[in-house]
């Protein structure tokens, strides 16, 4: 059956749908709970990119915790030693998903790439809640992300897996400015402890203050987002 892919007004208009509900239905009152279960996957993006960055280096990705509130905590365990590695796996988190975001919506553009990228990601989501997950919200609300992923697949509409596509994209993303305060900040607490952000760890490595670092990540993601749409976008579908 052939898709119509819809033109690249229509589709610059789903994205930019995508980006209002992402960053504004969180603040709706009764309808921000609507959003739960993407603010996990949020939180799931950010950790899983401090996790899957320190794999690459060499450590040990021990487990993610997802508390209930939405904050989040992977921890890995020896590694090589020195500043560099350190710094990589803080970056890891906010880059991480926006990378994910670019290879989401650079899918959409193609629809023989959207089962596929829809079915990778439920595997990645069940697979890490198998090997890395240890806490109850995350292991109750991923695995209905997951299934409600296949289920769009094997039962729902085609027509509405491009939107998915560019809706979860948007959502990686853009999940580093779901809170870009916490950018800009040098320590947090999670799960009322006390600890340094992602960039009050890159400045204790890496020396340069935290907000430098905000910044330098914010223009990383930016050019990541910018240059996926352009090609999605430049694409017939």
Do not use: C
């Not at 790439?113 to 090997?131: D, E, K």
């Not at 948007?170 to 009322?192: H, I, K, N, P, Q």
């Amino acid at each position: 059956m052939q898709v119509r892919p819809g033109s690249q007004e229509e589709q610059v208009g789903r994205l930019i749908l995508a980006a209002v509900v992402v960053t504004a239905l969180p603040n709706v009152p009764v309808l921000g709970y609507a959003f739960y279960p993407f603010a996990i996957l949020v939180t799931w993006f950010h950790e899983m990119g401090h996790g899957l960055t320190g794999l690459l280096l060499g450590f040990d990705f021990h487990r993610l915790v997802i508390l209930p509130d939405g904050s989040g905590l992977a921890q890995s365990r020896g590694g090589p030693a020195g500043a560099v590695p350190q710094a990589l796996v803080a970056a890891g988190g906010p880059l991480a998903p926006s990378f994910v975001g670019g290879l989401l919506i650079l899918a959409s553009s193609r629809h023989e790439w959207w089962r596929p990228a829809l079915l990778a990601l439920a595997a990645m989501i069940a697979l890490s809640v198998v090997i890395w997950v240890r806490s109850a919200t995350g292991l109750v609300v991923l695995p209905l992300v997951a299934a409600g992923l296949v289920w769009l697949v094997m039962k729902g509409r085609v027509a509405w897996q491009r939107p998915a596509l560019q809706f979860l994209g948007v959502l990686a993303a853009l999940s580093m400015f779901g809170d870009w305060r916490y950018l800009f900040t040098e320590t947090v607490v999670v799960g009322g402890q006390v600890m340094l952000s992602d960039t009050g760890q890159i400045e204790r490595a890496l020396l340069l203050p935290h907000w430098f670092w905000a910044v330098a990540l914010i223009a990383i993601a930016g050019l990541v987002v910018g240059t996926s749409l352009k090609f999605a976008l430049a694409r017939d579908g």
